[in-house]
């Protein structure tokens, strides 16, 4: 098994160029976002504590457990903005403006064009070409840079 330095250090080489690393910062929140959205759309028969569960929790239970076993500390951050991207989700949802899932889907799509259009100025293919798990490192890849800034280990 890859350790988190080697994930990132991987999914690094296809991401340089400065412009792609920019679109990278607006787009790979948004798409786990749009994600999350999606899935906080499927609401499961069950309350706990007061909290009316749904499949992005659920999911999300699954995704911190992958990150724990990827760093000790990393996982913090992503728990802390997919919690972020759940409220987020629940005050779309409340605002009743536009179907979430209408939105996750908009936000879906626009960002994996920036995505796309980002590797086509790098000249690389997405990494999750590669291996799907990639998809997965994004995200930490984006929160090892806040963790460096701040002077946290990962």
């Known amino acids: ?5 080697q994930w990132l250090a991987e999914y690094g080489e296809s991401h340089q ?27 499961l028969p069950f309350i706990v504590a007061g909290v009316e569960i749904n499949v992005a929790i659920m999911v999300l239970a699954l995704v ?3 990150y724990i076993t990827l760093s000790k500390t990393l996982w913090i951050g992503l728990l802390l903005f997919a919690v972020l991207c759940l409220w987020l989700c629940n005050l779309v949802e409340q605002a009743d403006f536009i179907p979430l899932w209408l939105f996750s ?39 090892s840079f806040i963790y460096k800034k701040l002077g946290i280990r990962i």
Not at 1 to 5: E, P, S
Not at 17 to 43: D, E, M, Q, R, Y
Not at 109 to 122: C, D, L, P, S, T
Request: one cysteine or more.
């Open 105 to 143: 889907i908009i936000v879906f799509v626009v960002a994996w064009i920036g995505q796309f259009y980002g590797h086509k100025v790098e000249g690389k293919k997405p990494s999750f070409f590669k291996d799907i798990q990639f998809l997965m490192i994004g995200p930490a890849w984006l929160m």
């Open 17 to 43: 160029n400065h412009t792609n690393k920019t679109i990278h910062w607006i787009c790979v929140p948004a798409i786990f976002f749009s994600i999350i959205g999606l899935l906080f759309g499927i609401k």
């Open 1 to 5: 098994m890859k350790t988190i330095h």
């Open 64 to 66: 911190t457990i992958y």
